[in-house]
């Protein structure tokens, strides 16, 4: 999930400038960030006011964008942020549940480079990547921020045969965003487990990379940790994910 952060964690992140593309804040910014550059046919789902795609076009990392939601009022929102790109052929607005608008539509609308999969609980995002898959939908890439159930969004994505390409945490207010690009192989891609399944492979290699990725993924850990803390014991998910932060802290502690 994302977790809100004590205040001197806060702070002390805070000094990381965050990313801004494409006029967009720093949420947004994470999840446009690792759409690559030029993809071809973005789809947006739960795109909600369409900032995202609007974003990725000004900034040219999308040469079309498909805003997908399932609700009418939040695709006119999606229309107006859109329009200009609408206007040119450059963007669409769909109204349907995950990827199942590409199903049966015309070039170049009816197969995406990349899926944006944001605002959604781990549980939801899995189920439209299984559904997606057996239409023949899934894209080359997939760029996910779930709410909560990181853990669930891993396997899904592993089951469906994507590799982890990178992951990122950001400041967003007191909250830490975790942000993943998965790519799709054509080997079989093993479930993740341990650090892999519950933090991340592709956050604990970052975290070696410098001091701002070591102190995101510490004060991460944190604030999972204060969680896990007020959780009754005794329950499968928390005691394991206990025992995963736990070893990280001790044995694998990113280097300053």
């Known amino acids: 999930m994302s977790w809100t952060l004590e205040e001197d964690d806060r702070a002390r992140l805070a000094r990381w400038p965050a990313p801004r593309v494409g ?43 498909l805003a997908v939601d399932r609700s009418e009022s939040a695709l006119a929102g999606a229309r107006a942020a859109l329009a200009p790109w609408i206007q040119r052929g450059r963007a669409r607005t769909a109204l349907g549940d995950g990827l199942e608008p590409l199903v049966g539509a015309e070039p170049p609308w009816g197969k995406a480079a990349c899926a944006v999969l944001a605002g959604l609980g781990g549980a939801a995002i899995a189920g439209i990547l299984d559904r997606a ?19 669930l969004v891993r396997l899904a994505l592993a089951r469906q045969g994507y590799a982890a390409r990178d992951e990122r945490l950001d400041l967003d207010g007191r909250r830490l965003v975790a942000t993943a690009v998965h790519v799709r192989t054509a080997e079989p891609v093993p479930a993740p487990s341990g650090p892999a399944l519950w933090i991340g492979a592709a956050l604990v290699a970052r975290a070696r990379t410098g001091a701002r990725e070591a102190e995101h993924l510490e004060a991460w850990c944190r604030a999972q940790r204060r969680w896990l803390d007020r959780c009754p014991p005794g329950e499968r998910r928390t005691d394991r994910a206990r025992g995963v ?12």
């Open 23 to 65: 006029g967009l804040g720093g949420r947004l910014s994470a999840l446009a960030l690792l759409v690559p550059e030029g993809a071809e046919t973005v789809v947006d789902v739960g795109a909600d006011h369409g900032q995202l795609g609007s974003g990725l076009l000004r900034a040219g990392r999308a040469q079309r964008v």
């Open 133 to 151: 898959a057996a239409s023949g939908a899934l894209p080359e890439t997939v760029v996910t921020q779930p709410l909560t159930g990181h853990h």
């Open 245 to 256: 932060l736990e070893a990280l802290g001790e044995a694998d502690r990113p280097a300053e």
